[in-house]
């Protein structure tokens, strides 16, 4: 994603800083995100996944780090290891769109120790494919970004059911599965799919009887991140927060029980995302053209929507 200009939208100032105690609630407190108990993180060899690995052990959980990208997970676990011991911290390449290696994930963290606390959903890839092109990136697409996430989650829930301390799943959607930007259906799809995948998870936790598992759906702002960057050596554009911001964010979201976790950036804040999500809704109830925010019959109607709807909110 490249930089979309200055925004009179955006907020003077990112709230949220690495090193900020930032959360209302007490970390040391907190029944899941706790020293001692364990994360598991998938996609944890770069970005959001490697910025939350840095952060949940900062805190004293043990670390189960999993990805495809062996060089980068090795150079985070002995990192990890170095910070908080070798003992903290598990490091296993994990190809998530083949059961069978989650199954090996799954049953070398539990064999080490005992339970999962932070099941974080958080591996993805970004290839491109359009509604009627690229039916090989479609699969590849499919098979990490959604049946990953159904392998992960079929292969820990059914332990973490039993579990007696609370416990949280954390899958990362996206806003493009929401609003459906033009310019990549495949991806799209596939967090779409994320998103109705973990509301019926939600669902079926709180419905279980003596379950103590809670489900929450990531959904990042503009994160400069390897997926986002679009080159080596790309500096981070002003709009765009980092992973380590978009990471703290998140768990102080997750603290307080959130489903939805709606990231905000420096370009875009939650009222506008509100807008949007809403006009979106509008296109099937009031009969709109599919992604009418993109028609050029509706430009300037959706451009008036936001200015009346933003000047409502302030």
């Known amino acids: 994603m490249s930089s979309r200009g200055p925004s009179p939208l955006r907020p003077p100032t990112t709230p949220f800083r690495p090193n900020d105690q930032m959360s209302p609630i007490d970390r040391d407190l907190h029944p899941v995100i706790h020293k001692g108990r364990v994360a598991v993180i998938t996609g944890a ?20 780090i999993a990805d495809v990208d062996e060089a980068g997970l090795s150079v985070l676990a002995k990192e ?4 908080y011991g070798e003992s903290n911290v598990l490091s296993m390449p994990t190809d998530v ?14 064999e080490a120790w005992g339970e999962v606390a932070v099941l974080m959903n958080n591996a993805a890839i970004g290839i491109r494919g359009t509604s009627f092109e690229g039916l090989d990136n479609w699969k590849s697409i499919m098979d990490v970004n959604l049946f990953g996430v159904l392998n992960v989650q079929h292969t820990f829930v059914p332990s973490m059911l039993h579990q007696e ?9 996206s806003k493009q599965g929401i609003t459906n930007p033009p310019g990549n259906a495949a991806y799209n799809a596939s967090k779409a799919a994320v998103k109705s995948l973990t509301e019926g998870l939600a669902h ?5 009887p003596g379950v103590n598992v809670t489900a929450h759906l990531f959904i990042p702002g503009w994160t400069f991140t390897g997926m986002t960057a679009n080159a080596p050596g790309a500096v981070k554009p002003p709009g765009a927060w980092t992973p380590e911001e978009t990471v703290l964010f998140m768990l102080d979201r997750v603290r307080s029980g959130d489903f939805y976790i709606l990231v905000p950036d420096n370009e875009t804040r939650r009222e506008v995302d509100q807008l949007r999500i809403l006009w979106g809704a509008g296109d099937i109830v009031e ?22 709807g933003l000047a409502q909110m302030d």
């Open 97 to 110: 769109s083949k059961l069978e290696e989650v199954v090996r994930l799954h049953d070398r963290v539990y």
């Open 165 to 173: 301390n609370q416990s949280v799943i954390i899958n990362t959607g």
């Open 80 to 83: 990890l290891a170095s910070a």
């Open 45 to 64: 060899a770069s970005g959001i996944g490697r910025a939350a690995a840095r952060e949940l052990a900062k805190l004293g959980l043990k670390i189960a």
């Open 204 to 208: 079926e936790l709180r419905e279980r």
């Open 287 to 308: 009969g709109r053209p599919a992604l009418s925010r993109w028609h050029p019959n509706y430009k300037s109607l959706f451009e008036e929507y936001m200015k009346e």
